[in-house]
């Protein structure tokens, strides 16, 4: 059974930082695209932040370019997402997917595979 498992989420102070893990168990996504996206209250999920297999590329929404930083170790099979200067808009539950290819996608409809999320809020 392919799961996704995210962690590293909490109450944070604007300013402040966290880093959220994605391990995945089941397979192996090392050549696999991965990304980060996240759902506010009232809204859509949307794109937060994507990596190819190898780690070579990665794009960013707008909104969090240059606060935030994915990465990922193929050993561990897992994805992180270090976000910096968080805002209070960032509060969200952050989900990581795993794409069909190997390369980075904004794309939803490119990810078969999800986690459960991870709960991230951000005071004012």
Known sequence: QVQLVESGGGLVQAKGSLRLSCAASGRTFS?????????????????????SWSGGHTYYADSVKGR?????????????????????????????????????????????????GTQVTVSS
């Open 68 to 116: 935030f930083t994915i990465s990922r170790d193929n050993a561990k099979n897992t994805v992180y997402l270090q976000m910096n200067s968080l805002k209070p808009e960032d509060t969200a539950v952050y989900t990581c997917a795993a794409a069909r290819g190997s390369i980075a996608t904004a794309q939803s409809e490119d990810y078969d595979y999800w986690g459960q």
């Open 31 to 51: 050549n696999h695209g991965l990304g980060w996206f996240r759902q506010a209250p009232g809204k859509e999920r949307e794109f937060v932040a994507t990596i």
